[in-house]
Nanobody, 126 residues
Framework: VQLQASGGGLVQAGGSLRLSCAVS????????LAWFRQAPGKGRDFVGA????????GYADSVKGRFTISRDNAKNTVYLEMNSLKPEDTAVYFC????????????????????WGQGTLVTVSS
């Protein structure tokens, strides 16, 4: 399984970006998916996660109400819509996937995830 993240860039505070993560290797609908981020000089933090069928989602408190995770199982892609961006959202954003037999599940611990994308940089200027 390979993950390819894209969509990062430079945006002003208050602006929006949409990240995409294309997943190849088969069995997409069996994977719980998530986005994490790593700010300069800091550890990797949970941002949002989505269950296999998209019916359940979870978010970090810092992004609730501003970010939305979604998936398109026909396109094997997971998205992160980011609105009202703040300078503190500046980070490298990583998508992650894990095969799960627990239906309709999502996870917020990074050591749960088996597969990772390469990361895409989001820079929010003040």
């Amino acid at each position: 399984v390979q993950l390819q993240a894209s969509g990062g860039g430079l945006v002003q505070a208050g602006g929006s970006l949409r990240l995409s993560c294309a997943v190849s290797g088969g069995g997409f609908s069996n994977y719980a998916l998530a986005w994490f981020r790593q700010a300069p000089g800091k550890g990797r933090d949970f941002v949002g996660a989505i269950s296999q069928n998209g019916g359940r989602t979870g978010y970090a408190d810092s992004v609730k109400g501003r970010f939305t995770i979604s998936r398109d199982n026909a396109k094997n892609t997971v998205y992160l819509e980011m609105n009202s961006l703040k300078p503190e959202d500046t980070a490298v954003y990583f998508c992650a996937a894990v095969f799960s037999i627990i239906s309709n599940s999502w996870f917020d611990k990074q050591n749960t995830y088996t597969y990772w994308g390469q990361g895409t940089l989001v820079t929010v200027s003040s």
